[in-house]
């Protein structure tokens, strides 16, 4: 059964960072991707980022690359999302979701519950 886990949102101030982790169970982090995606009331899902399986590659968002960096440690099935310079405007609540491949509209075949990160001062 595949079974994903976010933690480590929370409050900052504009020009913080935080940093997202994402537990997986039922699978390895080779088998699938794995993306982050975040979500504002009355707005769509968006992707944010995202690592393949095998080979590791990466993708972001526009509105995040340079700012927030996806990596993953397969020893603890984790991934992690490094999120610095934050704006207002990522506020949101952010999803790990594992997906059959990186990509503008991924299939996805779970998701996390979710974790609130909300950038104000």
């Known amino acids: 059964q595949v079974q994903l886990a976010e933690s480590g949102g929370g409050l900052v101030q504009p020009g913080g960072s935080l940093r997202l982790s994402c537990t997986v169970s039922g699978f390895t982090l080779d088998y699938y991707a794995i993306g982050w995606f975040r979500q504002v009331p009355g707005k769509e899902r968006e992707g944010v980022s995202c690592i393949s399986g095998s080979p590791a590659n990466t993708y972001y968002a526009d509105s995040v690359q340079g700012r927030f960096t996806i990596s993953r440690d397969n020893a603890k099935k984790t991934i992690y999302l490094r999120m610095n310079s934050l704006k207002p405007e990522d506020t949101a609540v952010y999803y790990c979701?594992?997906?059959?491949?990186?990509?503008?509209?991924?299939?996805?075949?779970?998701w996390g519950q979710g974790t609130q990160v909300t950038v104000s001062s």
């Open positions: 979701g594992a997906v059959i491949q990186c990509g503008p509209q991924p299939t996805v075949v779970g």
